[in-house]
């Protein structure tokens, strides 16, 4: 496994992992806009992401086996270099779910955004996804709120813990 820049040449390995896992995804998270799902969609999508990536406000990054085919995604978002802090977000296709792999990930965002000099990541899961709670909390993510309905998932609210990392600690240079 390993984590790669997206890049345009992906379009056809990202409509595919996408679609395939279209309905396990929606079934936990916002659905993506239906143009999304064709060739076009997703060429776009990754256009929109290697400009924010280009202006240094987003890290996009596809989790790839030793096949290279994509088996997940994981990507720093709204990165604020002025305040040393990014979002940080990730899904894993279905029949990937529950080897680690989703852990191995973040515990190697986590170093790329040390190497970024980002000093805080935020993260999102919800009150019943567990699986992403353990994620979080095994690479050093310490809850810090509840928030109620902070999204909405088939039309129902959806409760979410908001947990923060500290990548690396602010030195005082003044000494």
């Known amino acids: 496994m390993e984590l ?16 395939e896992n279209r309905a396990w995804f929606e079934a936990h998270i916002n659905p993506r806009e239906v143009g999304f799902y064709s060739h076009d969609g997703v060429k776009q999508h990754i256009e929109e992401c290697l400009a924010q990536h280009q202006r240094k406000a987003m890290l996009p ?13 994981i990507n720093l978002t ?8 990014a979002y940080l977000g990730y899904r894993v296709g279905e029949q990937f779910a529950g080897r680690g792999i989703a852990k191995c990930a973040v515990e190697q965002t986590i170093q790329t955004a040390d190497e970024l000099n980002i000093q805080t ?6 009150v019943d996804n567990i699986a992403s709670q353990k994620v979080l909390t095994h690479n ?4 810090v709120k509840y928030r109620a309905n902070f999204a ?24």
Do not use: P, W
């Not at 709204?78 to 802090?85: A, K, Q, T, Y």
């Not at 909405?152 to 000494?175: A, F, M, P, R, S």
């Open 4 to 19: 790669r820049l997206l890049s345009r040449s992906d379009s056809r390995l990202l409509l595919l992992f996408e679609t």
């Open 61 to 73: 990054m596809l989790i790839v086996d030793d096949g290279g085919e994509v088996i997940g995604r």
């Open 78 to 85: 709204d990165i604020n270099l002025v305040l040393s802090e």
């Open 121 to 126: 990541l935020i993260a999102f899961a919800s």
């Open 140 to 143: 050093g993510f310490i809850d």
């Open 152 to 175: 909405e998932v088939q039309g129902n609210g959806i409760d979410c813990i908001e947990y923060h990392k500290t990548v690396k600690e602010k030195h005082d240079t003044l000494g």
